[in-house]
């Protein structure tokens, strides 16, 4: 069976699976903010309509120095883009034909983009249920590689490394003449975390991807920025294509940048709501990774393969993420969004259905 490789897209996976899309379905696949887009976006959006018919900004001036004002640091660090996943593929680009090393699980397109970069890929394997990251092991990965992608926090399970592993790990990749490229595409839905941009000014192996499409529930928008030192951004800048990021996703990103408190109260509505699911979770017996943002793995322990939960939930008109194509996973867990509180209300009512009729008893 040819799996989708996103989330998102629901007819893709029920054409996959022989399936007719019901009428009414809940899409837990996609990791976006429920809140939905900060209000003042729409307020501004027919102003943005008066902007369509000039050229994008190819430097995108006033977007950078907003983000490097807030994260202190210079414009000359920063490179806009056409959502993650292109800084992701400008990174594979500029790694063409070397050796790169994936901490699996991880997000797809790293693999992806550089395959067709013609990239040499291996991978260090973190190890369920847990998925700790030890440096001790990973040391032995790193002999002779170019480039280490590391997701922090991690997608699919959630989990964040502590700052003193991803440190320790950029510092023994220093070591070794080996770029880290270190995808923070969730960072902003953690409540507490200790950024590590900063950091760029210390490590010049050090690059960091950031999609803004998360937070902002933006994805058909497209925009995510990277930072490191400038010398990696003028070789990542000669890859990209003029006028990559539209007007629109320019001026949408200045609007969104700045409003902490749309951030902040995300950050809330998750922490609480996740704390109600795996409290759920635990009173079910479901299995759940130790996750600190706005999705997280579940599997059924009475099940050794959750094709059969997924089965059910998809008829039930509940779409979670597969796992089959996330190298160490091959579909032992799915992956679950957290939506709006009616949405994970149901997201209970048909758990709680299947722990019913599918008990310890298996």
Not at 22 to 29: A, K, L, M, N, T
Not at 162 to 186: G, H, R, W
Request: net charge negative.
């Amino acid at each position: 069976m040819i799996w989708p490789s996103h989330g998102s897209n629901p007819r893709y996976l029920y054409e996959a699976m022989g399936l007719s899309l019901p009428r009414e379905y809940v899409d837990f696949s996609a990791n976006i903010n429920p809140m939905g887009p900060p209000p003042d976006l729409k307020e501004k959006w027919a102003d943005f309509y008066q902007e369509i018919n000039v050229y994008p900004d190819p430097y995108a001036v006033k977007l950078k120095e907003r983000i490097a004002k807030k994260e202190q640091i210079s414009m000359e660090s920063i490179l806009i883009g056409n959502g993650g996943a292109e800084l992701i593929t400008l990174a594979a680009r500029m790694l063409t034909g070397k050796k790169v090393v994936i901490i699996q699980p991880g997000f797809s397109e790293y693999e992806k983009t550089c395959r067709a970069n013609k990239c040499e890929i291996f991978y260090h394997q973190l190890h369920e249920p847990d998925f700790e990251l030890n440096i001790v092991e990973l040391r032995s990965s790193l002999v002779e590689a170019d480039a280490l992608f590391l997701c922090n926090p991690n997608n699919p399970t959630g989990l964040e490394y502590p700052e003193s592993t991803v440190i320790s790990i950029i510092e023994e990749c220093e070591k070794q003449n080996c770029l880290v490229i270190l995808d923070e595409a969730f960072y902003d839905f953690l409540v507490k975390y200790d950024s590590f941009i900063p950091y760029i000014n210390r490590f010049s192996n050090l690059i960091i991807i950031r999609s803004m499409t998360k937070m902002f529930a933006i994805p058909g928008i497209r925009l995510g920025y990277l930072a490191a030192q400038p010398e990696i951004i003028t070789e990542l800048s000669q890859l990209q294509s003029h006028w990559s990021t539209n007007t629109i996703a320019l001026l949408a990103g200045e609007l969104c940048i700045q409003n902490e408190s749309f951030i902040k109260e995300t950050q809330n509505y998750i922490f609480n709501e996740r704390t109600r699911l795996f409290d759920f979770c635990k009173k079910e017996d479901f299995v759940v990774t130790a996750s600190t943002v706005n999705f997280y793995l579940l599997r059924d322990p009475y099940l050794k393969d959750q094709f059969a939960l997924f089965e059910f939930l998809l008829h039930s008109g509940i779409i979670p993420r597969h796992t089959f194509n996330f190298p160490g996973l091959e579909g032992r867990w799915l992956r679950f969004a957290i939506k709006s509180y009616e949405e994970n209300n149901q997201l209970m009512e048909v758990l709680a259905l299947w722990r019913q009729h599918h008990h310890s008893s298996l």
